[in-house]
């Protein structure tokens, strides 16, 4: 909304942005962001789901109409623009817990202790990419920040990422900033988080822990980097808590997940980053953000048909007010994510299936009652307003066809708009026979991908960590 408020003003057109209260701070974050400051914000007092109609008329009446005349009427006072250092300047000087000290109160940490960024720290980054260090990578919101070489490797100091990952951290950070990921929604309501998941040998060369225990803490290099996306988030696209960053919630930062190359390669079964153009044996990463996730515990069966059955349960169970990004908010953007133990998988592909035929049994099989869904549309959530049916978007052309293809209300829907929308990724023990399904977080986090590029002498410095 404030954005096209702000392309209103440069026009020339007053406005008056309507922002409800719990949200005016990040609203006036998100208008320095863009270049406004000062930018006319009207309060709306409250949250309009839970008011009487009376209660809703006197705080508008009251608080929010007056707001609107005066923004409409009247030049907001001037707001001075913060100056910051440049990125090779050196901001403080002290001991290890004086740096801390100081970069928590600016808000640069996540609370815990950093890896102070000295110069010569981060010069030893910049060795592992051809790219120079002031090599914009993209620029990301709220704040509408460059992202560069140089403050990528900062955040890794800080993270406690070796320097040899540099390659993974740049691909990242333009993943990032691919506009249909949309890292403006990082600090959205549902508090979701984004799991990065690599594929390629690099993640094996860079001892990326693809098995037992993938999505836990531990592993240096799972474990660095996905706290390295979250202070990029916050020093780089410019999320703060309690600011920017209005997550009912949250939850802690994701590690970050590798495949199971071998087990792919054994199976036939393309990576994930296949979903971007990728192949097996190339290194890319993977970016999408979920808003939640459950395990499948003790998984039966000596065939896919004896196992999918509950795959696609789990898949259906997990997905609630999510689906509006199937069918609604934004048409077929829900991408939900089953990751396979590698006994599955090999189990699965045994069978005779392949991926893709995984993912059609997922679409059939994956469904859940279209009153069900209709619920999460516009009766439990008002999320989709009007009480909306299925079959009346599909007959309308906003839905489609497999929506509509009768009017009972206990007819079986599938959970996303095609079978190409699910994700499926091979990791974890194995030894075990389960799985693990993450409900997506749609448009307001969309999957995408990125290609990593090692620099020229890559095996060289590779030898040398040795």
Known sequence: MLR???????????????VCDGFLGQGRSTA???GMPNIPLAQVTGHVDVQTTDELVSNIVGVTVPAVIKALTEDPPPVASPTEPKPTDVVFQGTFDEVNQYFYENGWTDGLPIVPPTLERVQAFLKFTDLPQDTVLGQAQPDNRIATVWNAAVNGVMAGCKPEYMPVMVAAIQAMCDEEYGVEHSGNTPGAE??????????????????????RDGIMANTALGRWW???????????????DKATFGGTWKVAMAENEDVLQEIGWPP?????????GENAISIARF??????????????????????????RI????????????????????????????TIAKSG????????????????PAQKFEKYMGEYTNLIPGRRTLYDMAQKGEAPPVFGVSDDPERLVPIVCEAKDFLIAVSGDPGRTNAYVMSHNGQLGYTVGAGIKTPQNWPALLDDLD
């Open 4 to 18: 096209a408020s702000a392309a209103a003003e440069a026009a020339g057109i007053p406005t008056a942005s309507l």
């Open 32 to 34: 320095a962001g863009i």
């Open 194 to 215: 984004t799991l990065l998941i690599l594929n390629g040998p690099i993640a094996q060369e860079l001892g990326f822990n693809a098995e037992q225990g993938v999505l």
């Open 230 to 244: 979250r202070l990029c988030l916050k020093n780089i696209a410019g999320f703060r808590h309690q600011q920017t």
């Open 272 to 280: 994930m980053a296949a979903e971007f153009g990728y192949k097996l």
């Open 291 to 316: 808003t939640g996730g459950d395990v499948v515990t003790s998984v039966f069966g000596d065939k896919a048909e004896s196992i999918l059955p509950y795959l696609a349960d789990a898949l259906a």
């Open 319 to 346: 997905s609630a007010w999510q689906l509006v990004f199937t069918v609604g908010m934004s048409t077929g953007t829900y991408r939900p994510l089953l990751i396979i133990s590698p006994i599955l998988a090999r």
């Open 353 to 368: 299936w392949s991926k893709d035929q995984v993912k059609d049994y997922l679409f059939e099989h994956a469904r859940i």
